[in-house]
């Protein structure tokens, strides 16, 4: 009898831990592509696990002639039938924010990975350029529960030169 209601409550505790997990954000698939082989190389984009509900981002690549002028295609959808609905989409200029630093948009992504990058410092940028270890992610804005991608286009002189996307999974306060 004790022993049931020992099992009865061990449940009860578990059901409650699953029920009432904390909030998190878990990048679940990081996909890197040049579309110029002759400016910018990819070597490594890859995410590493820590844990069920957190992975680090790594990433590495050269830029083999100096990119003076730099923009930042940023688009955030949200999974629904596939990644359909265009949740944000801003086109900003990535050598004026890194000289004034006032978009908001671009802060977002700066604040993101200023400690854990080689970006910290205005344009151009040449050689090579990485991201370690990214990891603490606080989502800036409400977001419901789902499945999101961000993808990141870069363009040097207003021409696609490569593409960081991260799909991401998050789970709000319950
Ligand atoms: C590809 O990169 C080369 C080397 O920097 C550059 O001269 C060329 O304009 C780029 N092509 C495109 C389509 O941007
Ligand atoms: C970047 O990748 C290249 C090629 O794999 C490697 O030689 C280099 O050590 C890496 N650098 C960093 C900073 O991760
Ligand atoms: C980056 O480092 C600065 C100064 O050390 C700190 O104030 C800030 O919170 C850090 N940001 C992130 C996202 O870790
Ligand atoms: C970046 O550069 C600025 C100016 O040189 C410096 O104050 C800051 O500590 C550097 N680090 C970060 C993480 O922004």
Known sequence: MEQRIVILVVLLIVAFLVCS?????????AVCKSYNQSWVVVHYCRLKAYSRTKTSLNINATFIEPAKEISVHFKMMKKANGYKPFLYDYTFDACEFMRRRHHP???IVWNFIRNVSTVNHTCPYVGLQAVSDFHRIEVP????????????DWLFDLRPQFATNVYFTFVEEH
Do not use: Q, R
């Open 141 to 152: 804005v409400p977001l419901p529960s789902g499945e999101y991608v961000i993808f990141l």
């Open 21 to 29: 997990e904390a909030p998190f954000v878990k990048m679940t698939n």
């Open 105 to 107: 948009v671009a802060k």
